[in-house]
């Protein structure tokens, strides 16, 4: 068989003469295409967006409660504040963030797709982080509109809106709010990718991390700097009462908890790489 | 083995894959070369485990794999090298069969329209033009197994290794899809294919590999693995012939023929010999000197049903 001729290997001259860090922006780039157009624009997407549209659905139905102070904007502060910080940060949120970025590598395996992208030539690494970059692309956007709508709803039947938004605080609150939205979104994304990298539920998980974010006003100093809500909660405007019973600390500087969060992030986001690249396909087992 | 071998053909090193504590497949030392390679056992043989090992979707517990010179460990060299159609039944939701092709190919680093024009090709090569445009899951059986194939040839493979590929086609299906495969290794691929259906790897494979229990029992090319087995099972030729006493007494006179029985209608003979070229050239001999008439000459165990049923069982072992 010595003979026989060696079979050209079949790279496009188009792709020999990329540099590596266009051929890999490139196949970042058709992953996440790739990703938005089988995980996020069908039938798939319809409860991720009806969970993260329902702060916007809870401030509108608060338009019709009887004794709705129209005249008094701090009501609506105080509203927001809570259907922000409760509702929308630690269950609304951290939900639909499970759904996107938990079912990331685990819908591929339960549909027994995975192993179309670990037959292409793309580096796994390049892989995860192509799909974090997705979830992040899609969550954030999709939050940042809830709260831009659910803040805009919350503060419209009051009176002096104008003046709160352009003369007084309301801007660096919805400003506020917002890098919140998109620090959780990368955020708990993160850890949500790492679970889906590891557990065969990461649902499981992931109602220990809700329950551990839940309990965070009561956990001493120490271990509040291991939840993720006790730095988003300092970014926020409004600070939130956490009843009697809370263990107060001092709150972390932004100048702190931004890069923190961001660094956690990222070395979530490189286990769940170094997870996947020893990763192998064998469905039979799920 | 020098890197020069390697680097054209697929290298098994003493491979094992355990699952825990099950066998996948065990010791494996093969070089497969260019051409259509049939790799044949029963269910659970091992098989898709050996294949899924090849295109690196399994890590081996023991032993190294190179196909071509490349490893799993550089993704980007080796499934450039690469296309790989698995049993697996399923596709990414939502797409067509144009856009299933095409978004992969992005994902390898095509630009558009280079993506764009290899997938029609892929497409055109499997005769499936017509239904590109409708989403995959409202395919029929037969035509998941072309788009998969569509899927796994369009980045144009130097090794493709394809999984049960003619389950569920048609039987016009099958013999275009076993003339792409020929058309493949005529130009110099490294085409693995495993099946059960036994006719059809022994008309399409140049060299078979025979698995069973996850050891590799033969390998080769059928006529070589059949001539090693003569010892053991002597290889059966059929003649039908004018003369076939005349011939039996002739025959039967040299060591290495075991048996020789006229055919019930009196116008054959079954020679078992342990030597088939040795007999091939005393029937020569035997018919200049007798002026016998041989109609046919026809061996009926040397394909590779024979030599399956004689290595592992007609029942796969069982």
């Given at each position: 068989?010595?003979?026989?001729?060696?079979?050209?290997v079949?790279?496009?001259?188009?792709?020999?003469?990329?540099?590596?860090?266009?051929?890999?922006?490139?196949?970042?780039?058709?992953?996440?295409?790739?990703?938005?157009?089988?995980?996020f624009?069908?039938?798939?997407?319809?409860?991720?967006?009806?969970?993260?549209?329902?702060p916007?659905?809870?401030?509108?139905?608060?338009l019709?409660?009887?004794?709705?102070?129209?005249?008094?904007?701090?009501?609506?502060?105080?509203?927001?504040?809570?259907l922000?910080?409760?509702?929308?940060?630690?269950?609304?949120?951290?939900?639909?963030?499970?759904?996107?970025f938990?079912?990331?590598?685990?819908?591929?395996?339960?549909?027994?797709?995975?192993?179309?992208?670990?037959?292409?030539p793309?580096?796994?690494?390049?892989?995860?982080?192509?799909?974090?970059?997705?979830?992040?692309?899609?969550?954030?956007?999709l939050?940042g509109?809830?709260?831009?709508?659910?803040?805009?709803v919350?503060?419209?039947?009051?009176?002096?809106?104008?003046?709160?938004?352009?003369?007084?605080?309301?801007?660096?609150?919805?400003?506020s709010?917002?890098?919140?939205?998109v620090?959780?979104?990368?955020g708990?994304?993160?850890?949500?990718?790492?679970?889906?990298?590891?557990?065969?539920?990461?649902?499981?998980?992931?109602?220990?991390?809700?329950?551990?974010?839940?309990?965070?006003f009561l956990?001493?100093?120490?271990?509040k700097?291991?939840?993720?809500?006790?730095?988003?909660?300092?970014?926020?405007?409004?600070?939130?009462?956490?009843?009697?019973?809370?263990?107060?600390?001092d709150?972390?500087?932004?100048?702190?908890?931004?890069?923190?969060l961001l660094?956690?992030?990222?070395?979530?986001?490189?286990?769940?790489?170094?997870?996947?690249?020893?990763?192998?396909?064998?469905?039979e087992?799920? | 083995?020098?890197?020069?071998?390697?680097?054209?053909?697929?290298?098994y090193?003493n491979?094992?894959?355990?699952?825990?504590?099950?066998?996948?497949?065990?010791?494996?030392?093969?070089?497969?070369?260019?051409?259509?390679t049939?790799?044949?056992?029963?269910?659970?043989?091992?098989k898709?485990?050996?294949?899924?090992?090849?295109?690196?979707?399994?890590?081996?517990?023991?032993?190294?794999?190179?196909?071509?010179?490349?490893?799993?460990?550089?993704?980007?060299?080796?499934?450039?090298?690469?296309g790989?159609?698995?049993?697996?039944?399923?596709?990414?939701?939502?797409?067509t069969?144009?856009?299933?092709?095409?978004?992969?190919?992005?994902?390898?680093?095509?630009?558009?329209?280079e993506?764009?024009?290899?997938?029609?090709?892929?497409?055109?090569?499997?005769?499936?033009?017509?239904?590109?445009?409708?989403k995959?899951?409202?395919?029929?059986?037969?035509?998941r197994?072309r788009?998969?194939?569509?899927q796994?040839?369009?980045?144009?493979?130097?090794?493709?290794?394809?999984?049960e590929p003619?389950?569920?086609?048609d039987?016009?299906?099958?013999?275009?899809?076993?003339?792409?495969?020929r058309?493949?290794?005529?130009g110099?691929?490294?085409?693995?294919?495993?099946?059960?259906?036994?006719?059809?790897?022994?008309?399409?494979?140049?060299?078979?590999?025979?698995?069973h229990?996850?050891?590799?029992?033969?390998?080769?090319?059928?006529?070589?693995?059949r001539?090693?087995?003569e010892?053991?099972?002597p290889?059966?030729?059929?003649?039908?012939?004018?003369?076939?006493?005349?011939?039996?007494?002739?025959?039967?006179?040299?060591?290495?023929?075991?048996?020789?029985?006229?055919?019930?209608?009196?116008?054959?003979?079954l020679?078992?010999?342990?030597?088939?070229?040795?007999?091939?050239?005393?029937?020569?001999?035997?018919?200049?000197?007798?002026?016998?008439?041989?109609?046919?000459?026809?061996?009926?165990?040397?394909?590779?049903?024979?030599?399956y049923?004689?290595?592992?069982?007609?029942?796969?072992?069982?």
């Open positions: 068989m010595n003979d026989i001729v060696t079979p050209s079949s790279v496009t001259p188009e792709a020999r003469q990329l540099p590596w860090r266009s051929h890999r922006a490139r196949q970042i780039r058709a992953v996440m295409r790739l990703e938005l157009r089988k995980s624009l069908g039938r798939r997407s319809y409860g991720k967006i009806a969970l993260a549209l329902s916007v659905i809870i401030a509108l139905i608060r019709f409660h009887p004794n709705l102070a129209a005249d008094q904007i701090e009501e609506a502060t105080g509203f927001f504040s809570i922000f910080q409760v509702y929308a940060l630690r269950l609304a949120l951290v939900l639909t963030c499970l759904a996107i938990g079912d990331m590598i685990r819908r591929e395996v339960l549909d027994r797709t995975l192993h179309y992208y670990f037959l292409a793309i580096r796994r690494e390049v892989l995860v982080v192509a799909k974090y970059l997705t979830g992040v692309l899609v969550s954030v956007p939050f509109v809830s709260t831009l709508a659910a803040f805009t919350a503060y419209l039947p009051h009176e002096g809106v104008q003046a709160f938004l352009f003369n007084g605080p309301g801007l660096g609150h919805l400003g709010y917002l890098l919140v939205t620090l959780a979104c990368i708990y994304g993160s850890v949500f990718l790492l679970f889906g990298s590891f557990f065969r539920s990461p649902a499981i998980p992931a109602l220990a991390v809700m329950g551990w974010e839940s309990i965070h956990l001493p100093p120490l271990l700097k291991f939840s993720v809500i006790h730095y988003l909660q300092s970014l926020c405007p409004v600070p939130m009462s956490e009843g009697p019973f809370a263990i107060l600390s709150a972390p500087s932004p100048w702190l908890s931004i890069p923190g660094l956690l992030s990222g070395a979530f986001v490189a286990i769940s790489a170094w997870r996947i690249r020893g990763m192998e396909v064998s469905y087992e799920e | 083995m020098s890197a020069v071998i390697s680097d054209r053909q697929i290298v090193e491979v094992s894959k355990f699952y825990g504590e099950v066998l996948g497949v065990n010791r494996v030392t093969l070089s497969v070369p260019p051409g259509i049939g790799l044949v056992g029963p269910n659970g043989s091992g898709t485990t050996l294949m899924n090992l090849t295109a690196g979707l399994l890590h081996p517990t023991r032993g190294s794999i190179s196909v071509l010179g490349a490893t799993p460990e550089h993704p980007e060299e080796m499934f450039r090298l690469v790989y159609a698995t049993q697996y039944d399923a596709f990414p939701p939502g797409l069969g144009f856009q299933f092709i095409e978004s992969f190919l992005r994902v390898h680093g095509y630009g558009r329209v993506a764009e024009e290899l997938a029609w090709k892929a497409i055109e090569r499997v005769n499936l033009v017509d239904a590109a445009g409708r995959v899951a409202g395919y029929s059986k037969g035509m197994q788009i998969k194939l569509a796994a040839i369009a980045h144009r493979p130097s090794v493709l290794i394809l999984d003619l389950n569920g086609l039987p016009m299906a099958r013999a275009e899809v076993i003339a792409l495969f058309e493949l290794a005529a110099g691929l490294h085409v693995l294919v495993s099946s059960h259906i036994l006719h059809e790897v022994d008309l399409i494979s140049d060299q078979v590999v025979l698995i229990g996850g050891y590799v029992v033969a390998e080769g090319d059928i006529g070589g693995v001539d090693e087995m010892e053991q099972h290889a059966q030729v059929l003649i039908r012939c004018d003369q076939p006493s005349l011939l039996a007494s002739r025959v039967f006179l040299h060591d290495h023929v075991v048996e020789a029985r006229v055919h019930d209608d009196g116008k054959g003979l020679v078992r010999t342990r030597d088939a070229d040795q007999f091939y050239l005393l029937l020569n001999q035997v018919v200049v000197d007798t002026g016998l008439v041989v109609e046919t000459v026809m061996p009926t165990d040397a394909d590779v049903n024979a030599v049923e004689y290595l592992i069982g007609a029942n796969g072992g069982k």
